[in-house]
């Protein structure tokens, strides 16, 4: 017997049509009957509200009579998790990759295609508009997918230092090539990076919480 015949004996056994049983689990009718004709499997999550929506064991719904896993839908649980989880670290490195593209951008520009007085008004809307918008997005975008969850703290480290990093490169290299001398970072500029980023961060973490709340 699979996933499907019982998900339907279950609900027939519950006294519930297929739109009511649809409403309270928040898909469409077509998709309970999906998933109840074999056509789709439902997600794991779905699986837990039918189980508590039937008032039935997961065992039963997910074990066959010998008490023997669904190997059919076990493989497609393991196969989606998988493409999540592909799908998951796609993004991670697109959002890494994008943010990486804008700063190394930003200094190309400044040393190659900009030069005099324009180079220094360049660097300050790049230290104040450009990347500070572009940190406050990507660490938006990290809060609200939750990427690496409760290391995902460690990333205004990061961009506290690449905002750093990112003024010691420009203005603070032109001004040492001006008068011909070395100085150090300014490491306070850390500071600034890092409080845009956990704005971003926090705010992105709201929003997953509210997410995953409803």
């Not at 603070?172 to 490491?187: G, L, Y």
């Amino acid at each position: 017997m699979n996933i499907g015949i019982k998900i339907k004996e279950a609900r027939i056994a519950a006294r519930l049509t297929q739109e009511q049983a649809a409403e309270v689990l928040g898909v469409s009718r077509q998709t309970m009957s999906n998933w109840e004709n074999s056509k789709t499997y439902p997600d794991i999550v779905s699986v837990i509200k039918m189980s508590d929506l039937y008032a039935v064991s997961l065992d039963h719904l997910l074990k066959e009579k010998e008490e023997a896993p669904m190997s059919h839908y076990i493989d497609y649980l393991e196969e989606s998790t998988n493409t999540v989880k592909s799908k998951t670290k796609l993004s991670k490195i697109i959002l890494i990759a994008t943010y990486l593209s804008i700063w190394s951008f930003a200094l190309i520009m400044f040393w190659f295609f900009i030069s005099g007085s324009d180079a220094m008004g360049f660097s300050l809307v790049f230290l104040w508009v450009v990347l500070p918008v572009s940190t406050f997005v990507i660490s938006l975008l990290i809060g609200k997918n939750d990427f690496w969850r409760k290391r995902k703290w460690f990333a205004t480290i990061a961009f506290g230092a690449m905002y750093m990093l990112a003024e010691y490169a420009t203005f603070s290299t032109a001004n040492m090539i001006a008068f011909d001398k070395i100085n150090m970072p300014h490491f306070e500029i850390i500071l600034v990076g890092a409080v845009i980023s956990a704005i971003g961060l926090g705010i992105g973490t709201i929003v997953n919480h509210k997410k995953s709340n409803h």
